[in-house]
């Protein structure tokens, strides 16, 4: 019960927070939920099933283009584009999974990582399709539902939070299902759930497929809100990125990813205000974590207040 | 005979390298026995069980599960026909609460009221009362209740246990014995066991293996007398 109760304050604290927010952290807060979703999706590989994955941004980027190309390439409107975009994650993931699942550990982060580098190539190579670097400005007419002009700010805002919703809830009902509880023995103890009657290869391909369907859904809500995709949300860099969030957030927590693109996003902003160097602050306050609170913001809350934190 | 077996394996042989671990054995389980296989260290038990469970891939030979032959069949799909194998080296998630360990043995044959399921499978080792403990912070001896717990949550055909009552004391072997006769005769035992007592108190047969092969194989009594098996094993 409290769990629920606490989950939906915090999409209700997200609602109210649109009347509250100038114009600049409206903004940012609309990305910040569509990069939390991202997240959410890496955690529910990494954080609750334990695949650590180093090719993220394939699937993230996957969404975009389906989403992008649909919409640039192919003429759609806004609306399938999107599903378009959510369904060429989860067959990104899917792709990937069946190959890169016939390894474990550094193994299945490098071949993981190999893929996403072979997609962020194959990117550039289509150049005149896709952008490339420069990527690709949609076009403001393109990114409307149903006459609501998803390019304006308060549109924008509530629809990244309807995305980021649905996208919370459903991770929260996943954790607290048997799938969900058959992805955490994966992590905790894979040659034991094995022994109790689990194929740990279709457990973790499913979780990869779920995560695939977030990255996905993440990259499709960003094109269409933000009005732009590149070749560099397919770079290594989105792929490190996610990691870093639900680390820094608290890995496994269903909320751990929200919090962690919050507190690295500000983190990032007001640091570079100071200073240039705004990645050395970022460091710092990884190490920081690392040494003190190495299971996250969260993980350590529920290590020492809330054990009852999903 | 084959068609009052629940198990049967013929021929089975598993060498690692130079190390002939299995060596051509033959084997037959009756169902709603409890089947005790002992043998000094090395003798090759643990590979034994691990060619039947699923978690060591057979070299050559057959192995019959209930009609069917479950030779090539991976792991899990063994545990789903009714094989189940608690380790001898306690397995179990050290990170999660008791509930979830057996919850995660019983959910895939109890769709509905699987608490009420989990919950009597913790009653039947006694660890009702600790369902919301962390798994890893349980002393020893409740661990490898635990381990029994879930194995018993599976509800198989074939329950393996390998060396259950090592590191146990001399009371929670007593509680361990009650608990193994009351599965029979509805699901049948097989019990690697070091523990000579345990195992003349419980087994219906006994099979001694050694150097990867099978030594002797009778009722207690007939294994008590076999003079091999005292050279071997007992000790004279």
């Not at chain 1, 190579?125 to 539902?145: K, M, N, S």
């Amino acid at each position: 019960m409290r769990v629920w109760t606490l989950h939906l304050a915090v999409l209700v604290l997200l609602f109210g927070l649109q009347f509250v927010l100038p114009p600049y952290h409206f903004t940012n807060f609309a990305r910040i939920m569509v990069l939390a979703v991202f997240a959410m999706g890496y955690n529910i590989a990494f954080g609750v099933t334990g695949l650590l994955s180093l090719g993220h941004a394939l699937l993230l980027a996957a969404g975009m283009y389906g989403t992008g190309l649909a919409i640039t390439a192919l003429g759609w409107p806004a609306a399938p584009a999107l599903l378009a975009g959510v369904v060429a994650g989860g067959v990104m993931a899917l792709a990937v999974g069946v190959l890169a699942l016939r390894t474990a550990g550094v193994a299945f982060m490098i071949v993981t990582l190999m893929f996403a580098q072979a997609g962020y190539l194959t990117i550039l190579y289509f150049g005149p399709v896709t952008g490339g670097d420069e990527g690709l400005v949609l076009a403001r007419g393109a990114r409307a539902i149903g006459g609501l002009d998803l390019s304006a700010d308060t549109p924008r805002y509530l629809a990244a939070l309807a995305l980021f919703a649905v996208a919370l809830l459903a991770n929260l009902a996943l954790v607290r299902s048997r799938l969900g509880r058959v992805m955490v023995a994966m992590r905790e103890n894979e040659e034991r759930s094995r022994m109790l009657g689990y194929n740990p290869f279709a457990v973790k391909l499913a979780a990869l497929v779920i995560s695939g369907l977030y990255a996905g859904a993440a990259g499709a809500g960003y094109a269409v809100l933000f009005g732009y995709i590149g070749a560099s949300f397919a770079g290594i860099q989105y792929s490190i990125l996610p990691l870093l969030w639900v680390l820094l957030g608290g890995a496994g927590v269903v909320l751990g990813p929200l919090v962690g693109v919050l507190v690295m996003f500000y983190l990032i902003d007001i640091s570079s205000g100071y200073t240039t160097a705004h990645l050395l602050v970022v460091g710092l306050a990884l190490l920081v974590l690392v040494l003190f609170a190495p299971k996250g913001i969260l993980g350590a809350l529920r290590e020492r207040l809330w054990p009852w934190l999903p | 005979m084959a068609a009052m077996s629940l198990l049967s394996a013929r021929g089975l042989i598993r060498h690692f390298g130079g190390l002939r671990a299995v060596d051509g054995i033959d084997f037959d389980l009756e169902a709603g026995q409890i089947h005790a296989l002992i043998g000094p260290n090395g003798a090759g038990k643990t590979t034994f069980v691990g060619l039947l469970s699923g978690r060591i891939p057979v070299q050559s030979g057959t192995i019959w599960f209930n009609g069917q032959d479950i030779t090539r069949l991976p792991a899990h799909r063994r545990v789903a026909l009714g094989i189940a194998y608690t380790f001898q080296i306690t397995s179990i998630f050290a990170a999660l609460p008791v509930y979830d360990n057996v919850a995660l043995a019983a959910q895939r044959l109890h769709r509905r009221d699987l608490r009420v399921h989990s919950m009597a499978h913790l009653a039947r080792v006694g660890l009702e009362g600790r369902a919301d403990q962390v798994a890893g912070t349980l002393a020893y001896g409740h661990q490898r209740l635990l381990e029994i717990a879930m194995g018993l949550a599976l509800e198989p055909r074939l329950l393996i246990l390998d060396e259950p009552t090592q590191g146990l004391a001399n009371a929670e072997i007593d509680g361990f014995k009650a608990l193994v006769r009351g599965v029979t005769p509805q699901t049948t035992v097989l019990l690697i066991e070091h523990n000579m007592e345990v195992v003349m108190d419980l087994a219906d047969r006994i099979t001694v293996l050694d150097a990867g092969q099978v030594l002797a194989s009778g009722a207690p009594a007939e294994i008590r007398a076999n003079r091999a098996v005292q050279a071997a094993y007992l000790g004279g």
